[in-house]
Nanobody, 130 residues
Framework: VQLQASGGGLVQAGGSLRLSCAASGRNLRRYGMGWFRQAPGKEREFVATIAWSGGSTYYVDSVRGRFTISRDNAKNTVYLQMNSLKPEDTAVYYC????????????????????????WGQGTQVTVSS
């Protein structure tokens, strides 16, 4: 499975960007999908995740209400719509896929853990200027 992230760029604070993650090599409709980010000098951070059906989502507190994760299983693509961007959102954003999709949002299952994801995209840079 290959994941190709795109859509990053330079934007002013308050602006918007839409990231895309296109998968090839396998249909991901049964996979849990997530977005993570890593700022310079910091550890990789969970951002958002979506169940294989698209019916359930979860966000880190710092982006809830501003970011929206969605997926189009017919296109094998996951999106991250980012609105009201802040300078602290500056990071390389990575999409990831987990084979444990059937366990997504089951009580006790932590979808925010990077170790649960099997495939990762190459990352796309998002820079928000103040």
């Amino acid at each position: 499975v290959q994941l190709q992230a795109s859509g990053g760029g330079l934007v002013q604070a308050g602006g918007s960007l839409r990231l895309s993650c296109a998968a090839s090599g396998r249909n991901l409709r049964r996979y849990g999908m997530g977005w993570f980010r890593q700022a310079p000098g910091k550890e990789r951070e969970f951002v958002a995740t979506i169940a294989w059906s698209g019916g359930s989502t979860y966000y880190v507190d710092s982006v809830r209400g501003r970011f929206t994760i969605s997926r189009d299983n017919a296109k094998n693509t996951v999106y991250l719509q980012m609105n009201s961007l802040k300078p602290e959102d500056t990071a390389v954003y990575y999409c990831a896929a987990s084979k444990f999709g059937s366990s997504w949002f089951v009580p006790g299952f932590d979808e925010t853990r990077p170790g649960l994801y099997d495939y990762w995209g190459q990352g796309t840079q998002v820079t928000v200027s103040s």
